[in-house]
């Protein structure tokens, strides 16, 4: 039933449209990664900085996405983009080894608690890849548990299952035969987990340690160390893809908050400070599954894993990276990103009860997440519980919710949103406000 929402979205946004009228030729729905495909358009952004930014329209957004999560600094960090600078002035490839590389590693050694040896890649969905080829090199099996709606990127194996509306386990497009080596699991359930490893032939576990989609389905703490626990008994590697979670939820991620020790970790985004770049980290002995020995040809034929790249560790995301590690290793900003939100998670959920709306808004850490419709908990308050399950937002209600906070400058990312350092008690003003708004223009156009 598009009403007046949808108009004026359309209405304020014409330099975007224009954009993305040209973007349907070029692109597959118009996009670089499904997850910036919108109905009808999406916005186009010209710049941003801090916590906001600000689309080829003039308009502007207190922003929720946050480089799809990588900027736990937020944009532009005045630090971060001088170090970048200064890299790429000394040249931005040298298809060498450089001394930027070394500087990000040993800070990715002192933070990240299972890392022994750390080798860069471009992107989470490398880190992920090559994390599970190591399992299976050093445990010489060939199957993966993961569990039901995890994200892992969206290489060959990892792609099975995605999302919890999918449903086929597997993804067209990959042979039929690789799911013969993929265990999907619901998490949370030790006995079934315990029960899959018992047959021995497991080589890892991988989960989003705080749960499907960074923590909307969120998952115990418990059960992560039953994962340690199980996967030590049995033989089997535990990987924890703290792609989003690692150098948020701590200076350590989810390893450092709960002191729960992998064997392996991927990571990427905030490792990158904003550039592109991913790793792998974990126990020497794994890692050095990478090695190339000089004199020992059968090992580097046979027993070797192969790693290239062109841009691993690339002097810029190096440089950025040091210096976003260098910047928060002292937990100051996590603990501001933690508190704005929880700020935000609070008011929000003030609104909703003074609107008397079927919503909640809850936490993990600086990422939150709503739940809207009529199912909708009410508030709690609390960072996650895990015996409260979310029910997310009626999917009729999230594009027009999503239009209208856009009509009244705010960015959601999916359900919610992450919050950086430099968001504040303006973005969560202006926040509660668009939300105060777009609950009027859900009414009058018929949506609540
Ligand atoms: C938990 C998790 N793992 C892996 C990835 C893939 O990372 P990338 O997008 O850098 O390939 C993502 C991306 O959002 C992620 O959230």
Redesign the pocket.
Known sequence: MPGKILSNYEKSHPNSLALATRAAKLFPSGVTHDGRSFFPFPIYVERATGGKKWDVDGNMYVDFIGG??SLLLGHRHPEVMDAADKASKRGTHFGSSHDLEIDWAELVLQLVPCAEKVRFTS??????MMALRLARAYTNRDKIIKFTD?????HDIVVGQQREDMSLPSSIGVPDSFYESLVILPPNDENLLMETLGKNDIAAVII?PTGAH?GRHPIHQSFLEAIRRQTAKYGTLFIM?E??TGFRASPGGIQGKYNILPDLS?H??ILAGGFPG?CVAGKKEIMDILELRESDDAWNKEQRIAHQGTYNANPVSAAAGSKTLSLIKDGAHTQVADATTAELVFELNKLFQARALDASAWHVSSMWHLNLGENSPRSTDVETDPNYLPSGIDKPLLQPLRWALYNHGVDLMADGGMVSSAHGTEEIALTVEAFDLAINDLRNDGYL
């Open positions: 799809h999560g992107s989470g969905t490398e880190a992920t995890h994200f892992h990127g969206w989003e960074w893809d792609v989003i991927t990427a985004k991913g």
